[in-house]
């Protein structure tokens, strides 16, 4: 199968990568918004187009991922792709989640063909080990934690104060509500108190740091009530320590069952990821695989991993997942 | 919609608490090869037949649950009742679960009914979590530990060396090797290097304590070559302290991605369970609402847990998921 990225920053390098490594998965071409001529692709076989040639290559291309923003990107382009395209994308703002699902799934399904959205670890994995704890225990509440890792809106938000050259901000859960968790089914907390976040900071000479770590700690509901530390380091340091785009983060789902409720039973799932978006891309290029076998049995609209059989992100045969892996 | 229990040992009665605490599950029946006046059911709404009444009551039963075990039971009435209903069984014997496959699918096939074989957490979300490591990371390899854990296996088996009046045996994950799975993708060890067995032991008064040890430490494929320790206890502290059936196991998959193999990315699954059976039936029970399901969509045959979208395994209505768990 033929897949296509659209978009060619850390996601679609991640997605470029994953199809690289999977032996069924097919690369027709890199699409970007830039020249070109003056992007080298991370792997020998890529190749790169300019994004306006991307329908008139309609014809090689099975599944389409997007590797474009959710804050205003995917709103605009999924619907308008999903009419030419089975897409994948990897939207994630809760909040417009159904807007976005009804307006893709309008634009796909009119033009017969198939689009995932919400593709990813959370939503995405973490999405269905949620949906499996409510499912098997329904007295749980699924509580998530995010990190250790690298939230680049959080290291955004701190690079355009006055006065600050380069920034990395760590989102961190806080073990002790970690532990509430696994003890209590869920932590009832919210955000702040299961989060808290460290920021890295390379300063202008002669900037007053004592102002920018107010500004930072200040800074409303990116920082404000979260238990925040600031650390002012050196471009340098900045550049060899953390360069690097780990996350992760766990679902933990305690529920109950037995007459008197008297049994705990505790589902937890984690993740540790070096990279981010090379995980990312992975759980994207497994999804267009999915995309591909579903729309081939006639499937079109708008789904989510959740309405995907797990078989069907894998390259095995279902024979030699049972004899495998069962 | 309704299903219905086949057997009614510590399995029928998870299954049967499951149903009970699930809105949208009727329980029509538990069917048992005992007298039903002698059972008194844990539900009070629960009511008791003979095995011999199950396919007179058929138009009443959606989804029958077979709780009943996989060496000799399930072979033989997994096909025969699959020509009378669609199913869920637990068959978990890996060796013959493509023989089982095949004679349950050709039995539902048939007759147009859907069963769903090897149910449970290991078979199945476990099945899962090593497909989801496969598919989205090629070069990752799932290692599997169980327990700490009741083994009822290893515990008849003690039960069976003359001078032992009762026996309890734990599986333990020996630490040091999950340690190391998490290191480097898969510990790459026999199973009697990841686990240990805990063995609590009532002897007969006067028995020699030093052969029932040997004979246990020395049993063929059950304890030798395992790290195992013998502990003699009396048999009020069998019932007091060893009555429950916890159980549990993780999944560890440590993957790799970059051009040079550079990101080590982590997944791990982990069940921690006060009482096997009662999550057992839990699973069960989310899979006959599946089956029902899927049936209702025109499917037939044989499938297992990995055949099943996520969603299929909930009462929520897909735009309720997206609101309120994706």
């Known amino acids: ?24 998965l097919h690369l027709a071409g890199i699409f970007t918004r830039r020249d070109p001529a003056r992007i080298k692709p991370l792997t020998k076989t890529a190749r790169i187009f300019p994004e306006k040639d991307l329908l008139s290559r309609k014809e090689e291309i099975d599944v389409l991922v997007l590797c474009r923003g959710s804050a205003t990107d995917l709103p605009e382009i999924s619907p308008m792709l999903a009419r030419h395209f089975n897409i994948v994308d990897s939207f994630d703002t809760h909040a417009a989640m159904e807007t976005h699902f009804s307006q893709v799934d309008a634009a796909a399904g009119e033009t ?39 939230s680049q809106g959080h290291s955004d938000a701190i690079r355009r104060i006055p006065g600050v050259k380069d920034a990395r901000q760590y989102t961190v859960p806080i073990e002790e509500a970690v532990a509430s968790a696994e003890r209590s089914g869920h932590s009832v907390l919210p955000p702040q108190s299961k989060h808290r976040r460290e920021c890295f900071v390379a300063a202008e000479k002669g900037a007053d740091l004592a102002r920018i770590e107010k500004e930072i700690k200040t800074m409303p509901h990116y920082f404000a009530n979260y238990r925040t530390s600031v650390h ?31 049994h705990r039973q505790l589902m937890e799932f984690r993740l540790k990821l070096d990279s981010n978006p090379e995980f990312t891309g992975a759980v994207l290029a497994a999804c267009a695989r999915a995309v591909h076998t579903l729309h081939g049995r006639g499937q079109v609209g708008c789904i989510t991993m959740a309405d995907v059989a797990p078989a069907d992100f894998s390259p095995l045969s279902p024979a030699d997942f049972r004899r495998r892996l069962l």
Request: aromatic fraction near 8%; include cysteine.
């Open 1 to 24: 199968m033929n897949i296509a990225i659209l978009g060619y920053g850390n996601l679609g390098q991640g997605t470029e990568l994953a199809a690289y490594n999977s032996r069924d």
């Open 232 to 262: 002012f380091v050196s471009e340098d340091t900045l550049r060899q320590k953390h360069a690097a785009i780990p996350h992760g983060g766990c679902v933990i789902a305690a529920g109950q069952t037995g007459l008197q409720n008297q």
């Open 112 to 150: 017969g063909h198939l689009a995932l959205i919400g593709a990813g670890w959370d939503p995405g994995l973490f999405s269905t080990v949620r949906l499996w704890a409510e499912s098997i225990l329904p007295k749980s509440t699924a509580d998530t934690f995010w990190g250790p890792g690298v």
